[in-house]
């Protein structure tokens, strides 16, 4: 594996040997009064704080135009308890196009504890490898350890992409990589492209609260980041026939990346997750307080969905965050999203313009949903839901 290699400022260097004590390689020597590295060193950055005059330093993983040394797509498979988040397999559909119009393997990085069983799962969605490191602190997700991982294995293998979905997972750790890596990264992208002449990953994302797409490219650094919101690219159907390569690896977490102790884990009372509902009812301001979201709830229950609310009913503390839809809550596409009492702001569409039928419930006529509603209701929703509940469930039962 090529690797990135310390670098040592001999001008600063004080000979103290502190870093030869911190290296788990025994890559570092004395010689002369200066610390010198060897071959051994796997870039792992244990030593970096050790030196007690900054003298040791990694360099950013830079790839000029034409550099061949970053090579592959890369997609971190999210994993809680040894069950994968399905963006994670999403990424995994648009790592295999991107991997082939670029003529690289797909690598998909399994990161946790007893997840072998993962491994199979990636390579039958595209994956050609995986990187498969295992180790108990990794056993529940925490960004320093989960960071200090990925950085060791970007910095040995230098991929010239690497996706990650844009949970919150993702996005934390997506931030914490790219900032210790001194790459670019495009948080929330909906679309994924090459560009055919400079074969640089083309990052297209809603911008201005999603009045334009930008698209952004990093051009100077490697990898190219990207975290994709959940839900708006198919999963790939599994193929178990499809062959590819296992590495078992392991990685050295430095003692600064374990500052935290998990005590216990505790799964949230209410294990939300809008994104994967077919139906969602969802409520804003218009429901008038946190007792306005039990109608609701019960049109929900009786159609076989999810609740869903605007900021508005969520900053107002009627339902808790998960529930929320929009630009800085979950992308949702349902087969059928019921909007009450929702103005339908710019923020808010950018989470349910593609639900397949909307419907929209509103008291004011010219409510900006009524522009993306297949069927507009003019009312009250405390008087229209409870009425629409008993009707559906009265149809239902028959
Ligand atoms: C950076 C940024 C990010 C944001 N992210 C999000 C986001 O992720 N999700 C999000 O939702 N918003 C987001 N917002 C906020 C967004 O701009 C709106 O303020 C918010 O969506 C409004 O919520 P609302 O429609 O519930 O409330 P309002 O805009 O106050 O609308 C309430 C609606 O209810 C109707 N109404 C009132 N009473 C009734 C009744 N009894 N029956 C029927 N209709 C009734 C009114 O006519 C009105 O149309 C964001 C804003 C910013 C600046």
Redesign the pocket.
């Known amino acids: 594996m090529s690797h990135e290699s310390l670098q040592i400022d001999a001008e600063r260097c004080i000979g103290c040997g502190a870093c030869v004590e911190a290296c788990p390689f025994g890559a570092l020597r004395l010689e002369s009064d200066l610390a010198v590295v060897d071959e051994r060193c796997t870039a792992c950055g244990a030593c970096l704080e050790s030196c007690p005059v900054e003298a040791l330093s990694l360099p950013a993983v830079r790839a000029a135009e034409g550099t061949p040394q970053a090579r592959g797509v890369w997609v971190w498979v999210e994993q809680s308890a040894g069950t994968v988040h399905s963006v994670s397999w999403e990424m995994l559909g648009q790592g295999r196009r991107l991997a082939d119009e670029l003529c690289v393997p797909l690598t998909a990085c399994v990161l946790g504890h007893d997840v072998a069983h993962l491994a199979p799962a990636a390579i039958s969605r595209g994956a050609d490898r995986v990187l498969l490191v295992e180790h108990p602190e990794l056993a529940h997700f925490g960004t320093l350890p989960y960071a200090a991982a990925m950085e060791q294995l970007v910095r040995r293998e230098t991929p010239e992409i690497l996706l990650l979905g844009a949970t919150s997972r993702g996005r934390d750790l997506a931030g914490a990589v790219a900032t210790a890596l001194r790459t670019g990264l495009t948080a929330d992208c909906t679309e994924l492209s090459i560009d055919p002449v400079t074969r640089l990953l083309l990052q297209t994302r809603p911008a201005y609260?999603g009045n334009i797409m930008a698209t952004i490219t990093t051009p100077q650094h490697r990898p190219q980041m990207a975290t994709v919101r959940h839900r708006v690219f198919a999963q790939p159907v599994p193929d178990p026939t499809r062959q590819g390569l296992i590495l078992p690896l392991s990685v050295v977490l430095p003692p600064e990346s374990l500052l935290t102790t998990l005590l216990s884990y505790v799964p949230a009372e209410e294990d939300v997750n809008i994104a994967e509902a077919r139906i969602i009812v969802s409520g804003?301001?218009?429901v008038?307080g946190a007792e306005g979201f039990a109608p609701l709830r019960e049109l929900a229950q009786v159609l076989g969905g999810a609740v869903g609310a605007?900021?508005?009913?969520v900053d107002a503390g009627w339902i808790p965050y998960p529930h929320?839809?929009?630009?800085?809550?979950r992308t949702v596409q349902p087969e059928l999203y019921v909007a009450?009492?929702?103005?339908?702001?710019v923020?808010?569409r950018a989470?349910m313009a593609t639900s397949r039928v909307i419907v929209a419930?509103?008291?004011?006529e010219h409510?900006p949903i009524f522009s993306i509603a297949h069927y507009g209701i003019v009312?009250?929703?405390?008087q229209i839901v409870p009425a629409l509940t008993r009707a559906l469930a009265a149809r239902l039962a028959r």
Do not use: P, Y
């Open positions: 609260g804003g301001a218009g008038g605007s900021r508005a009913a929320q839809v929009g630009q800085t809550g009450c009492g929702i103005s339908g702001a923020q808010h989470g419930i509103n008291r004011d409510a009312g009250d929703c405390l």
